[in-house]
């Protein structure tokens, strides 16, 4: 399971929506192609939803399963073959 770190997408220690939106636009989303996928739900700062959101949408294009949280407790939001 790949895991995408939230702190990985801040601009000096925020998260602000235009460097984040590059930020997730610029980032290698095909390393997740047929992979489970693990967005940790734990930042050092308050993450907007729209970030989640955002960020899943992105990933859902390559990903085969998105989950949200700790990998102990993750939470499943997106499976690609519940699509079919």
């Not at 992105?58 to 102990?72: L, M, T």
Request: glycine share 4%.
């Amino acid at each position: 399971m790949k895991t995408i770190l939230l702190d990985d997408f801040l601009d000096n220690g925020i998260i602000r929506e235009k460097s984040f939106r590059k930020m997730v636009k610029d980032h290698n989303m095909k390393q997740y192609d047929g992979e489970k996928v693990i967005i940790k739900g734990c930042a050092s700062v308050t993450v907007p939803t729209w970030a989640y959101l955002i960020l899943a949408s992105q990933v859902s294009q390559f990903a085969n399963k998105i989950y949200y949280g700790e990998p102990r407790y993750a939470v499943k939001i997106f499976n690609r073959s519940e699509l079919k």
